[in-house]
């Protein structure tokens, strides 16, 4: 069911879903049940690809590292635009850091700014690109 859009708070939802999936990051949990992922990311160009796909990209990351620790972030401007019929598009961006540790034993400092972009749909918002330090499509 679709939540009213005029007194819903779609800045606290963004922002809210941009901290489960850094988060998630952290803890190397994002999988194709994320509810905070879409099921489909727009590229450059007009390209898209599936949630399937883009899960897998991640995990790669994922099995290139032991764990990732000392997890910081900050969540510094969330924004959106409500579009017809319901719809909307908005981002969330800030910056990040954390160590990845690795089988032999070296360790990397991660971090940089980040944006995630979202679309809402059916009441919801959805991440749909992700722009973050070490992640390609």
Do not use: C
């Not at 963004?14 to 952290?26: D, E, L, P, S």
């Amino acid at each position: 069911m679709a939540k009213d859009t005029s007194t819903f708070n779609h800045e606290k939802q963004i922002t809210g879903q941009a901290q489960k999936f850094i988060n998630a990051w952290f803890n190397k949990a994002i999988d194709e049940q994320s509810p905070e992922l879409g099921d489909h990311f727009f590229l450059p160009g007009g390209k898209t690809l599936d949630k399937k796909a883009v899960v897998e990209r991640i995990k790669r990351i994922y099995n290139s590292a032991e764990k990732f620790i000392g997890g910081r972030f900050d969540v510094v401007d969330a924004s959106f635009e409500i579009l017809k019929d319901g719809k909307g598009i908005g981002s969330a961006e800030g910056a990040v850091g954390y160590r990845a540790t690795y089988k032999n034993n070296s360790n990397e400092i991660v971090s940089g700014p980040f944006k995630l972009y979202f679309a809402l749909e059916k009441g919801s918002w959805k991440i749909v690109h992700i722009v973050f330090p070490s992640f390609v499509y």
